[in-house]
């Protein structure tokens, strides 16, 4: 039997619970330089136009609410008609788009 099959149920008593181990912190290696004063990260222009954009896109409410109110006023004014077949057409666009059918 070779040695790392020799633990018997005598043997498995004596085994200690393992302890938390401190953490070691990595030391810096000899001879690296620090960052030169000089160093510098700049951002594309496209990337700056995508920011902005980004932020203008979570400024947008969720909702539009005049458009909410407008398909409500008509709604109780009973002069809203839906269109059937553009519903339907987005209906199976978006199950398509999502995976489900």
Do not use: F, W
């Not at 619970?17 to 620090?34: A, D, E, H, M, N």
């Amino acid at each position: 039997m070779d040695p790392y099959h020799k633990i018997s149920p005598d043997t498995a008593q004596n085994i200690q619970p393992v302890k938390s181990v401190p953490q070691v912190r990595p030391t810096p290696k000899t001879g690296t330089k620090p960052a030169a004063r000089g160093d510098r990260v700049e951002i594309s222009e496209r990337a700056r136009m995508m920011q902005v954009a980004l932020e203008q896109i979570r400024k947008m409410p969720d909702v539009d609410e005049a458009k909410v109110a407008r398909v409500k006023a008509r709604i109780e004014a009973g002069t809203y008609k839906a269109d059937s077949e553009s519903v339907a057409e987005k209906m199976l666009r978006e199950a398509l788009l999502d995976g489900s059918t």
